[in-house]
């Protein structure tokens, strides 16, 4: 039986730093998340530089041993690139990242992990950390002098002792796991874990919805309890084969360094199917004017064919199109559109679904860039849910200005 991941990836900025500073990828059959140094310059860079090496590896060709052996290479590459980064740079000295990342190889997961990002696996309703943190507090509960429960509010819980750095010692940890269908992986940033209780993400996690769904609850959750920090969250669930899903990459490296990606929207299935080669070959003497006119009828046939094949296929696209949702902007209102931000030509692929009250002057000039950007979503709750997470930010930006605060973004 073969597997595969069904996913969400989401990442928000949070309510007090200024940039992301992580970075996520979702695909098929790779995971990651990759937390750049936070305070420190160059984070961002940091964090997409891995997500650029790792997406290349996303692919389903390889055992277990391979897939080990790709990963940790990928990594490698990354931490050198980092390296590279800071020797042309030298104003981002103390950049760096954490990794964790998940690559499934048929039937086994292999996974990397340095930093302090987690990955966590739900099986039958129970949820387990499945990383162990590179942190100084880690280091304390091994040692028997703090407890967890000490350690989730100890002033010293930020503190990393490995991540990726570009120094040539930088290497994860690397292990490899079973792939059980119906599994689900969770994969995300301090700004998560640190602040939004086990038992809730469990909850959560254990709802029974969908990855989308269960990534934008987490994240609004974390901002709930305050996201002082970035926040990134991939859930994804171990399923049986499905038609391919467009990989998701999200911050930083959705911003710096977009991952390579395949089009395959409907217009570009369409002109793939349509393309012609156009070399008409040489006519041999043998054939007279009656051979010359049957073939012209057959090209006549198969334009019309192929006419007629765009014309589904637009159809289609327009179709698909009407199924998605997307946030944007109105008269200077947050508000919740159905279809692509997108026109084609004369015919508009969007409409209203709901403007709400939420003016974009009360959001933090990281939220209104981005909801001026336009976010897409996958569903209609999941735009509400979005929403559900600009109010707050906005009520909390009012409450800092109100008390003659600045808003932090």
Known sequence: MALTFHFAARSDVGLVRKDNQDSGYAGPHLLVVADGMGGHAGGDIASATVITELVEIDHDSLTASEASTRLSRAITSANEEIARTFADNPELEGMGTTVTAIMRARNKLILAHIGDS????????????????????????????????????????????????????????????????????????????????????????????????????????????????????????VVESTPSTQPQVVGSAALRRPAKRVDSSPAARAAALTAQDDDEGVELDEEGSSSRAGRWVRRLGGLVVALLLVGALAYAGYAWTQQQYYVGAQDGRVT??????????????????????????????????????????????????RVDSLRVAAKKCGQLRASGEPCGR
Not at 120 to 135: F, I, P
Not at 176 to 181: D, K, V
Not at 374 to 379: A, E, K, L, R, Y
């Open 118 to 237: 987690r990955a966590y696996l739900l099986r039958e309703g129970r949820l387990a950390q499945v990383t162990k943190d590179h942190s100084f507090v880690q280091t304390l509960i091994d040692e028997g002098r703090i407890t967890e429960e000490e350690a989730s509010t100890h002033p010293q819980r930020s503190v990393v002792t490995r991540v990726l750095t570009g120094a040539v010692d930088d290497e994860p940890d690397v292990g490899a796991r079973e792939a059980r269908l119906g599994d689900r992986y969770m994969l995300c940033s301090d700004g998560l874990s640190g602040f939004v209780a086990l038992d809730t993400i469990e909850e959560i996690l254990a709802g029974g919805t969908p990855p989308g769904r269960a990534a934008d609850s987490l994240v609004s959750l974390a901002m709930r309890a305050g996201a002082p920090d970035n926040v990134t969250v991939v859930v994804a669930d």
């Open 336 to 385: 919740v559109y159905r279809g692509v931000s997108q026109d084609l030509g004369p015919i508009t692929l969007h409409s209203v679904v709901n403007q709400t009250d939420i003016e974009l002057s009360e959001l933090p000039s990281f939220y209104r860039d981005e909801v001026q950007a336009t976010i897409s979503v996958d569903s209609r709750t999941s735009a509400d849910q």
